[in-house]
T-cell receptor, first 114, second 115 residues
Framework: KAGVTQTPRYLIKTRGQQVTLSCSPI?????VSWYQQTPGQGLQFLFE???????NKGNFPGRFSGRQFSNSRSEMNVSTLELGDSALYLC?????????????FGQGTRLTVV | DAKTTQPNSMESNEEEPVHLPCNHS???????IHWYRQLPSQGPEYVIH???SNVNNRMASLAIAEDRKSSTLILHRATLRDAAVYYC????????????????FGKGTKLSVKP
């Protein structure tokens, strides 16, 4: 079974631009979550989707948005990029929206804003 | 969300057991205790989880204190490939109609394994 796939793996953008990151969950998984990882703040939760509905949202500005499609694939978008948005963005999928279920993470997308 | 406390770093020798502690004194009755680890340049990887009883799987064992205010992840024989940051996370059982899918990561414990 294929794992969680994130594309692209690496990305360089300029301040002010916008970016879209993609996540394909494990087949059959309906829950997708996004996390931002930086050296200073560690791993921080961005948002979670289940069956195309956003269930939870972390403490990030409105420039960060996401969506989930009917096939469970998810995208996250960051508009008006700032230097501080440089980070590793991780996607995780779970088969169910239950807290006794493990999450499977992708390799992440390394975003660099210059 | 309930918080966890872990040592910043630990060292172990290869092929010896490793006990990684985690304190979670504010745990609620429905919180599951999850452990994840993150190897360099990779996304986090699920290790194990439990609610009240001790748990074993192919990767590790999880020992949960009787009062559930602390737990210990046990790697029975550390290998060089076990060098990673280990995260202890509490995950709330969802209330009716809700979802508690997000994981709240702390700083974790950086485990170094010496050959």
């Amino acid at each position: 079974k294929a794992g969680v796939t994130q594309t692209p793996r690496y990305l360089i953008k300029t301040r002010g631009q916008q970016v879209t990151l993609s996540c394909s969950p494990i087949s059959g998984h309906r829950s997708v979550s996004w996390y931002q990882q930086t050296p200073g703040q560690g791993l921080q939760f961005l948002f979670e989707y289940f069956s195309e509905t956003q269930r939870n949202k972390g403490n990030f500005p409105g420039r960060f948005s996401g969506r989930q499609f009917s096939n469970s694939r998810s995208e996250m978008n960051v508009s008006t990029l700032e230097l501080g948005d440089s980070a590793l963005y991780l996607c995780a999928s779970s088969p169910r929206d239950r807290s006794n279920t493990e999450a499977f993470f992708g390799q992440g997308t390394r975003l660099t804003v210059v | 969300d309930a918080k966890t406390t872990q040592p910043n770093s630990m060292e172990s020798n290869e092929e010896e057991p490793v006990h990684l502690p985690c304190n979670h004194s504010t745990i609620s009755g429905t919180d599951y205790i999850h452990w994840y680890r993150q190897l360099p340049s990779q996304g986090p990887e699920y290790v194990i989880h439990g609610l009240t009883s001790n748990v074993n799987n192919r990767m590790a064992s999880l020992a949960i204190a009787e009062d559930r205010k602390s737990s210990t992840l046990i790697l029975h024989r550390a290998t060089l490939r076990d060098a990673a940051v280990y995260y202890c996370i509490l995950r709330s059982f969802p209330s009716t109609g809700g979802s508690q899918g997000n994981l709240i990561f702390g700083k974790g414990t950086k485990l170094s394994v010496k050959p």
